[in-house]
């Protein structure tokens, strides 16, 4: 009779509509309804059907089923409630995050033309004027369709349109990201056998260079053996020392076949890597995993970088699939995990199904599609939007490196914390989550500690590979002593050209982009700021230009200053930029490359520096915290930390406990293979604690140590924060409504309460910015929030206040 709804718009609630005699309706399926004032329509997904007479109005009726079988299941509406409770956001803003755009249909949408625009779309006469309106460029939103289709509701027509690949979503347009593809060689059919592999080193005996090739081929493809591997081109042409050209002679000649297919992806011809052998001590920890999932749902693995946790996860996904059942394995960026997926494809081949948010749209709808049908893929590798997908026959959630602030979104609302909701969703399948780092966070580390998740460690290198061993150099002392090279100490310098001279392969570590920080003016102090943001600019040499890190203007660099006119500027501080270029002189025969948002902005950017050090075509790598994060490369022997001070003094409660996970993590990327890697670690403050720790491979002092800290201030893991920012043009504005919501909170939470703040950047993108934050008790942040949802519903409903925005951050990191 009547359909509870929810519809796409950050509009609390859910809405009731009349479902008119002969449309089938199920929950779970797309509905087009009419909302609000004028003609605008929604594809809104069904909650719930009841009979229940509502008091009010006369509900408006459906006008029509976009779907025939349900695309939302029962469980992910459930979770989408208990997103929109637990984040104080709405049910519909969880719905716009959880579907592709492409299943999520408004008045708004726009249109484009799609790839097959001709096609003549039978018992649509009027779909001809839409398509020419869209074949000449236009763009035209799904509300001007309807009126070029003469149809109250083009929903219909419309989504048969897309799904006919006549029509697009804008946005589609926009998406860059595509699986890269890259050149493999193989024996031609005919050479792959011994016999004629002799005749061909007969033949080639006069081309030194191309029999070379041909030697490290089968070397490296190991084809004279039972496992076979693949060879990449531009592997086979570094490792022979020989060039493309010489290569694609010896395909000319007939010995070898070029073919061209996603990079990592393994042949579907090709034999699956066989299952690992695991060592005594992961096989102990796998058993303990089993054994803390009979008591538990949730159980923590913590392992050393380098232990071999990925390998436990494998066997796990192995044992899941023979069961019959789904598994959600989740990285916390997709872009820096390439490897991992790589090793996942080489088990268990197109099992593997990849979700993340920058795949095109129409990949991303195809993938939950198939997510619904009767043979939903799999094993799901995604990041955190992952997961939202549909799951039947979920087995096993696997969150690697749980302690990454990755998982947590920020823009737009929900800002949800993927580990968090992945636990969530576990729940309501019944199933069992497995959380994996060498560097928990202190919420995990507590659950484990106080029972409520079980808890394994593996806390040996695979291989008995030693642990790195970190040293750290005094930079007051290096500088005094006049042995600074720029930003490196002799020290550093040193081990650095020691691993050049072994050919190993170096990662310098600097948490900053650019060139510098800051221009300053020598005669006045003045640093050119952001017009919009409360923020100083940062140089970025290879553009000229001072950017704001904040909103993304630029301006060209300052020639005098601003404030007393000055000529005399100087540069402060240091960026990867700056760091790169300092490395050139130093290193003048290495080769160098850059990881850092402004080096992989473009297509594929980030995968190509990422192969080519794989490959060794790069000797020193520097980058920002992107290379902390999980690479796993065989000839990685030093690290260097440039300036450890930065990491560590942070205004935030997280701070000591974020400097130790991107210290350890970063320091795990050496010596992953056979001798123990070398750690540098550059600091004024040597002899802070923390670095002490990170030294010692401390998990457990990190953790006691915070511990402490956490419950004498009362942060997280013994209370749960909430943060509300709020923003206005005008300050005053901001500054009275922040101070009005603080003292409604007041009589409930007192000293609860902190703020309102200035928080540090205090303006961006021309709105000014107040801070406050509540800290709830554990037992009652249901009943808190209940409480906080209805006293900013009272405040903000005073026009005094309603125009300023509010952002609501639940557990923020
Ligand atoms: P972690 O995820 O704990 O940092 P990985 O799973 O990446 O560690 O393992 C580190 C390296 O050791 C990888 O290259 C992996 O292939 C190898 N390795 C770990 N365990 C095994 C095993 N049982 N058999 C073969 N290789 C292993
Ligand atoms: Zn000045
Ligand atoms: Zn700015």
Redesign the pocket.
């Known amino acids: 009779m009547y359909a509870e709804v929810i519809l796409p718009l950050a509009v609390p609630g859910t809405f009731t509509y009349a479902i008119p005699e002969g449309l089938a309706v199920v929950t779970g399926m797309r509905v087009a309804v009419p909302f609000g004032r004028g003609r605008k329509l929604y594809g809104a997904i069904v909650r719930r059907l009841h009979n229940d007479d509502p008091l009010e109005r006369k509900p408006r009726p459906i006008l029509s089923v976009l779907d025939t079988a349900p695309i939302v299941l029962s469980e992910q509406l459930e979770l989408w409630d208990r997103i929109a409770t637990h984040y104080m956001c709405t049910v519909g803003e969880v719905m716009i995050a959880a579907l592709p755009g492409q299943l999520s249909l408004s008045s708004e949408t726009r249109l484009v033309a799609g790839p097959q625009v001709e096609q003549h779309i039978p018992g649509e006469e009027r779909a001809v004027f839409l398509l020419n309106a869209l074949e000449d460029g236009q763009v035209v939103t799904l509300e001007q369709a309807g009126e070029l289709l003469g149809l109250k509701d083009p929903m219909p027509v419309v989504k048969r349109l897309m799904e006919q690949g006549a029509l697009l979503l804008e946005e589609q347009l926009k998406q860059d990201w595509k699986p890269r593809m890259a050149s493999y060689i193989r024996l031609a059919p005919e050479t792959a056998n011994e016999e004629a592999l002799h005749g061909w080193f007969d033949r080639l005996e006069k081309a030194p260079k191309q029999l070379h090739v041909l030697m490290r081929y089968v070397e490296l493809s190991q084809c004279l053996t039972d496992h076979p591997k693949e060879v990449e081109r531009a592997k086979l042409v570094h490792a022979s020392g020989s060039t493309t050209a010489v290569v694609e002679q010896l395909v000319k000649k007939g010995l070898f076949e070029r073919y061209e297919r996603e990079e990592g992806r393994p042949d579907p011809a090709s034999a699956l890597a066989p299952p690992?052998?695991?060592?005594a001590a992961?096989q102990r920890a796998l058993d303990e995993v089993k054994a803390g999932f009979a008591t538990h749902d949730v159980v923590l693995l913590r392992?050393?970088?380098?232990?071999?946790?990925?390998?436990?996860?494998t066997t796990l996904i192995m044992e899941a699939l023979a069961r019959g059942e789904q598994v959600l394995y989740l990285l916390p960026e997709i872009a820096l995990t390439t490897q991992?997926i790589a090793?996942l494809r080489a088990r268990f081949a197109d099992d593997v199904a990849v979700f993340h948010s920058r795949m095109a749209q129409h990949e991303r709808t195809a993938l939950w599609m198939r997510c619904t049908s009767d043979a939903p893929p799999r094993v799901i590798v995604g990041a955190r939007s992952a997961v939202f997908l549909p799951f039947t026959k979920l087995g096993l959630v696997v969150v690697?490196e749980e302690h990454d602030p990755s998982y947590k979104q920020h823009e737009p609302a929900p800002r949800y914390h993927a580990r968090d909701m992945a636990i969530v969703l576990a729940g309501l399948h019944r199933t069992k989550v497995l959380l994996?780092s060498?560097t928990p966070s202190m919420e995990t580390l507590y659950n484990a500690r106080t029972g409520k998740y079980g808890s394994v460690e593996?806390l040996v290198?695979?291989?008995d590979v030693r642990m790195p061993v970190i040293t750290r150099v005094d930079l007051r002392d290096s500088a005094r002593r006049k042995l600074m090279r720029g930003h490196f100490s002799t020290t550093l310098v040193e081990h650095i050209q020691q691993a050049l001279d072994k050919r190993e392969q170096v990662i310098v570590f600097q948490n900053r982009r650019g060139y510098v920080p800051v221009w300053q003016c020598e005669s006045c102090g003045w640093i050119p700021q952001c017009d919009q943001c409360d923020v100083s600019l940062t140089y970025h040499k290879f553009q000229h230009q001072l950017r704001c890190h904040y909103c993304g203007r630029h301006y060209p660099p300052p020639t005098h200053c601003g404030q007393c006119g000055s000529s005399r500027l100087r540069m402060l501080g240091f960026g990867t930029e700056k760091i790169e270029e300092e490395l050139g002189e130093l290193f003048t025969n290495a080769r160098i490359a850059r990881m850092d948002q402004d080096t992989t902005r473009g297509k594929n950017a980030l995968d190509r520096i990422l192969t080519a050090f794989g490959q060794g075509a790069v000797d020193i790598l520097v980058g920002t915290q992107m290379v902390t994060k999980?690479l796993?490369f065989?000839h990685v022997s030093t690290v260097a930390i440039l300036n450890a001070d930065n990491l560590m003094r942070f205004p935030d409660f997280r701070a000591h406990e974020r400097a130790f996970q991107l210290m350890a993590q970063v320091a795990?990327r050496s010596g992953?293979?056979k001798t123990a890697g070398t750690v540098i670690i550059q600091a004024q403050e040597v002899q802070h604690p923390i670095l002490e720790l990170v030294v010692h491979h401390d998990v457990d002092g990190m953790y006691q140590r915070e511990l402490e800290h956490r419950r004498a201030h009362g942060y997280p893991p013994f209370m749960r924060l909430v943060q509300f920012t709020l923003k206005h043009r005008s300050e005053e504005r901001v500054a009275h409504t922040a101070h009005e919501l603080a003292n409604a909170l007041r009589p409930r939470f007192g000293d609860l309460v902190l703020g309102p703040e200035i928080p540090v950047v205090s303006r961006i993108r021309d709105k000014h910015l107040r801070r406050l934050m509540v800290k709830l008790a554990r037992s009652t942040h249901h009943a808190d929030k209940e409480f906080l949802r209805d006293t900013i519903d009272r405040v903000f409903s005073d026009p005094a206040h309603s125009a300023v925005q509010l952002v609501t951050d639940v557990d923020p990191v």
Do not use: F, H
């Not at 690992?276 to 060592?279: G, I, K, M, Q, Y």
């Open positions: 690992p052998t695991l060592s992961q392992g050393v970088t380098s232990s071999g946790k990925t390998e436990l996860y991992i090793r690697d994996g060498a593996l290198r695979y291989g999980g796993d065989d795990g992953r293979r």
